[in-house]
């Protein structure tokens, strides 16, 4: 491990001092999770909202739906465009 100095604030230090108090861990082991897991999974949690987009493109409320085929969205979206 290489040693790094950080300057928080008093509310940074608190806050993470009432986790790592409450998972029973030191300050320095938290802040090593937490950068562990922002640096390791960032790329997943990316991901993960690109596929809940992906996944949810189309769905709205029913009172606002619009039956389009599959030709119907593009002139769909070209009347938007020219409104």
């Known amino acids: 491990m290489k040693r790094t100095n950080l300057y928080l604030d008093e509310s940074q ?12 861990i030191s300050r320095a082991e938290l802040v090593r999770q937490l950068l562990g897991r922002a640096l390791d999974e960032a790329p997943v949690e990316i991901t993960a909202d690109l596929m809940a987009i992906r996944e949810s493109f189309g769905v709205m409320a029913v009172e606002h739906a619009v039956d389009r085929g599959p030709d119907e969205r593009a002139a769909h979206l070209e009347r938007l465009r020219a409104s």
């Open 13 to 24: 230090t608190a806050a993470l001092d009432d986790v790592a108090r409450g998972q029973g």
